[in-house]
């Protein structure tokens, strides 16, 4: 996986298709599973949103202030198209992926603020 994409360069796409939808939609579930804050003085927060299988993320940054108020909520799960995913390369992460994923999937909503 490749850390350093944000929103608009996580463009590269996993070959494997079969296991993130039915084949009919470009958009993909995806549920959030990483919160981290930046590691530089932009005061961002990366969100990291990925499939229930752990192969596929899609990471978003936001500034911090960008969390006050109800408009900028962070969902448990997005559709995203899957033009705005990147494949999860490393077997340890894409394990740690699919659980979180799995597990936010099973205990809230798509439109569940988290």
Known sequence: MNS????????RIDSDNSDDGDGESDEVRVWLVERTYGDDELNLIILVYA???GRRYHRRERALTSFT?????TKA????????????DDPETRERYADEASRMAAQHDPTDSV
Not at 69 to 73: F, N, S, V, W
Not at 77 to 82: E, M, N, Q
Request: hydrophobic share 30%; aromatic share 0%.
């Open 51 to 53: 499939t229930e299988n």
């Open 4 to 11: 350093n994409q944000s929103d608009s360069t996580a463009a």
């Open 77 to 88: 799960g997005l559709l995203v198209s899957s033009d705005a995913l990147g494949s999860v």
């Open 69 to 73: 108020g109800p408009a900028r909520e």
